[in-house]
């Protein structure tokens, strides 16, 4: 079992930034693939990026490509995202995810964090 707690959400302007932070205890961090998602009111759940578990490969939703970037820490347990040029339909709670497995479903889940970009 892990355990992922989110951290760095908060409000922000439209065009401004923010680094969410992903912290994960329990089992060894370098073993998992992880993402990020983000679930907007009245909203499904959608992907936005992901990165493999030694940090090679990352992937991103279109929607947030050339904006987001996805990173890993296996020294610190953490994964981040760091958001430039924030627009308002990035407004969600965002959830971090891990999976030992690449291609598998994520079966870890972080409570999420809220994100507000204002116009």
């Not at 992907?47 to 490509?65: H, L, M, R, W």
Request: aromatic share 10%.
């Amino acid at each position: 079992q892990v355990q992922l707690v989110e951290s760095g959400g908060g409000l922000v302007q439209a065009g401004g930034s923010l680094r969410l932070s992903c912290t994960a205890s329990g089992r060894t961090f370098s073993r998992f693939h992880m993402a990020w998602f983000r679930q907007a009111p009245g909203k499904e759940r959608e992907f936005v990026a992901s990165i493999s578990k030694i940090g090679a490969y990352t992937y991103y939703a279109n929607s947030v490509k050339g904006r987001f970037t996805i990173s890993k820490d296996n020294a610190k347990n953490t994964v981040y995202l760091q958001m430039n040029s924030l627009k308002p339909e990035d407004t969600a709670v965002y959830h971090c995810a891990a999976t030992e497995n690449s291609g598998s479903s994520y079966e870890h889940w972080g409570q999420g964090t809220q994100v507000t970009v204002s116009s």
